[in-house]
């Protein structure tokens, strides 16, 4: 099963991303289901300053991003 890195960092007003807050493996059969397991997972007091999730694949290639204010909007 291939595994997804999902990351979380700050993201400034001026854009620019931090350093990831947020470093933890997905397995997942899929890309379709490692996106929908980043989006159900839950977050925890260390993820209050976080404001920007991706998730790579394997070779490192960008597969989903997300604004945290895209997901309470």
Request: hydrophobic residues 45%; proline residues 5%; glycine residues 8%.
């Amino acid at each position: 099963m291939p595994a997804y890195r999902l990351r979380g960092a700050v993201r400034a007003m001026d854009g620019a991303i931090g350093p990831p807050l947020i470093d933890e493996i997905i397995q997942a059969a899929d890309r379709q289901e490692a996106v929908r397991l980043a989006n159900a997972r839950e977050s925890t007091p260390d993820d209050e300053q976080v404001n920007a999730l991706w998730l790579v694949d394997e070779g490192g290639n960008l597969i989903w991003s997300l604004r945290l204010a895209e997901r309470e909007g």
